[in-house]
């Protein structure tokens, strides 16, 4: 079993949809989460990061953390051809330093 | 804010051959990490170092790849001889610390031939 388990899609939906995009993990010592967007021939930039279980939100997205569950989500609201990549989940121990990523969810927003 | 610079941004070699890639991190970020990332999948980390100390480097395949990081700002990775299954683009990153969130440049794509 992956540390990581993510969703590869692709997933394709119409622009102004909600957009939602999960992940699970393994490891209870997991810490710290953060989203990536990774266009193509980019590399990831970092969208969200949390280390606490409940909602962070900032503009048209939001991070969800359930660590009783092992489960992170990320939503888009009002879905827009731009935010069209692909999406990674990342995460951390609090006491190591590596990241470990899932395998990314690629989307496609329709105009 | 000048991001993490990568270069050179294609590379095509066949196997057997070496190749070198070059990192100039974010002025002032003290880690600087190397990944590989096989298309489909994830970043994998192949080295992390603390200014010019390897802090991790356990899933570096050492019989064929090598990276130093010098007066602790650039950086190269080495590979040598390159395999097939060496096809992948690599990435660096950079963060002001260990425990910050990393900052990635756009990587150089290789393809072994």
């Known amino acids: 079993q992956k540390e990581v388990e993510q969703d590869p899609g692709p997933l394709s939906v119409p622009e102004g949809a909600i957009v939602s995009l999960n992940c699970t993990y393994s490891n209870s010592a997991f810490q710290y989460f953060m989203w990536y967007r990774q266009y193509s021939r980019k590399g990831p930039e970092l969208l969200m990061y949390?280390?606490?279980?409940g909602n962070k939100e900032d503009g048209r997205f939001t991070a969800q953390v359930d660590k009783s569950s092992k489960y992170i989500s990320l939503f888009i609201r009002d879905s827009q051809p731009s935010d069209s990549a692909t999406y990674l989940c990342?995460?951390?121990?609090?006491?190591?330093?590596?990241?470990?990523f899932g395998s990314g969810t690629q989307l496609t927003v329709l105009p | 804010e000048a991001g993490v610079a990568q270069s050179p941004r294609y590379k095509i070699i066949e196997k057997r051959q070496s190749v070198a890639f070059w990192c100039n991190p974010i002025s002032g970020h003290a880690t600087l990490y190397w990944y590989q990332q096989i298309l489909g999948q994830g970043p994998k980390l192949l080295i992390q170092?603390?200014?010019?100390?390897?802090?991790?480097d356990s899933q570096l395949p050492k019989d064929r790849f090598s990276a130093e990081r010098l007066k602790g700002v650039d950086s190269t990775l080495k590979i040598q001889p390159a395999k097939l299954e060496d096809s992948a683009v690599y990435l660096c990153a950079s963060s002001l610390t260990g425990d910050q969130p990393q900052h990635f440049g756009d990587g150089t794509r290789l393809s072994i031939l």
């Open positions: 949390t280390y606490s279980s």
């Open positions: 170092f603390q200014n010019n100390g390897v802090v991790d």
């Open positions: 990342a995460i951390r121990a609090g006491s190591a330093r590596q990241l470990t």
